[in-house]
């Protein structure tokens, strides 16, 4: 599926961990109970890559969520 056609669908956020947490942020601010990630990789180093990335940035999703809730 072409790119233009996945966004209408469903966000795409690619860029530094920083920036996706600040989009997870708005999407928990803005009501979002759930989270879905999917990673794009060609090689099997890259996907082990990203997969620590994202094991970071689910933690602090999980922080988000919970503050939002006692908040």
């Known amino acids: 599926m072409p790119l233009q ?3 209408k669908v469903q ?3 690619t860029d530094s ?3 996706v947490l600040g989009r997870l ?6 009501g979002a ?3 879905v990630t999917r990673r794009g990789a060609l090689d099997l180093r890259s996907h082990h890559d990203q997969l620590d ?3 970071q940035l689910d933690q ?3 922080l988000i969520v919970t503050c ?3 908040g």
């Open 11 to 13: 966000a795409v956020v």
């Open 33 to 35: 109970r759930h989270i």
């Open 68 to 70: 939002r809730r006692e």
């Open 53 to 55: 990335q994202l094991d």
């Open 25 to 30: 942020e708005r999407y928990v601010a803005d």
């Open 5 to 7: 056609e996945l966004e």
């Open 60 to 62: 602090l999703a999980d």
């Open 17 to 19: 961990a920083d920036q």
